[in-house]
């Protein structure tokens, strides 16, 4: 494979990991979330993050306080994703706590309605990573704990999607595919390095909370609803990220 093959392949896995994380206009549209483009995960992540820092330090400069800049990355984020991930949280939530078979637990997940665990869910996580990053606005540290927790917060979605059967047999994850062992392998090796270039030492508290909250989320949904879908990998990434600004907040603040 000669080099210019090398860079259209990362160029269409770049288009494909942005075209199924955020709502940003980008060219070439049309092509298909690819499994391969997994890889590539943690650079979206990276770059939501490098832009909801933006828009902080641009909140910052504004004289706005601590609190209001936190709440304006973090509505940038969801903005830039279209809320991908907080729904996929509140979907998680209704349908694993709210059904009593897997049947009706996969049933309650793809009903766009939000219910009271969904709700409960949302709060008390948009809560967390509210206050954890109001802290690190606080200390002047927001653009390195939001590249590397937008890197890290995507590397479980990979593994998961990999590690668990698609439960439902339909859906966007099902769509998207199980991607190569090499392509989650380079998932981890990438956020690790932004994180470990953001926040030094903090990438190991970073990184094992995030790592206990993804296998907590695997056990209870290989347990209730026998694997994974699109929704338990938004859940997965909402957890990390809470789990991964509490630690840059310990680490920073």
């Not at 269409?12 to 994380?21: H, V």
């Not at 590397?155 to 999607?161: D, G, T």
């Not at 209870?220 to 809470?242: F, V």
Request: with cysteine; proline share 4%; hydrophobic share 55%.
């Amino acid at each position: 494979m000669t080099n210019r093959d090398n860079a259209l392949h990362i160029r269409d896995d770049l288009i494909a990991a942005f075209g199924l994380l955020t709502r940003l206009p980008l060219p070439h549209s049309t092509i298909a979330p690819d499994p391969r483009s997994a890889w590539a995960w943690p650079v979206v992540g990276a770059t939501i993050g490098a832009l909801a820092a933006a828009m902080a330090s641009l909140a910052l400069a504004l004289s706005m306080p601590a609190g209001v800049v936190a709440a304006i990355a973090l509505a940038t984020a969801a903005i830039l994703t279209g809320g991908l991930h907080e729904d996929g949280l509140a979907d998680t939530a209704d349908g694993l706590f709210g059904g009593w078979t897997r049947e009706r637990r996969l049933e309650i997940m793809k009903d766009s309605r939000i219910g009271s665990y969904g709700t409960l869910a949302l709060l008390l996580i948009t809560l967390m990573r509210w206050s954890a990053l109001t802290s690190l606005v606080a200390a002047g540290q927001h653009w390195a704990a939001l590249i590397a927790v937008g890197a890290v917060s995507r590397a479980p979605m990979a593994v998961l999607i990999a590690a668990l059967p698609n439960a439902r047999g339909a859906g966007l994850a099902h769509a998207t595919g199980k991607p190569p062992r090499g392509a989650v392998t380079a998932a981890l090796i990438i956020a690790a390095t932004f994180a470990l270039l953001c926040t030094g030492t903090g990438l190991l508290g970073m990184a094992a909370l995030a790592a206990v909250t993804t296998f907590a989320l695997a056990r209870l949904a290989r347990a209730r609803i026998g694997g994974q879908t699109g929704d338990i990998l938004g859940a997965s990434q909402q957890l990390a990220e809470a789990a991964a600004l509490a630690m840059a907040a310990a680490h920073f603040t």
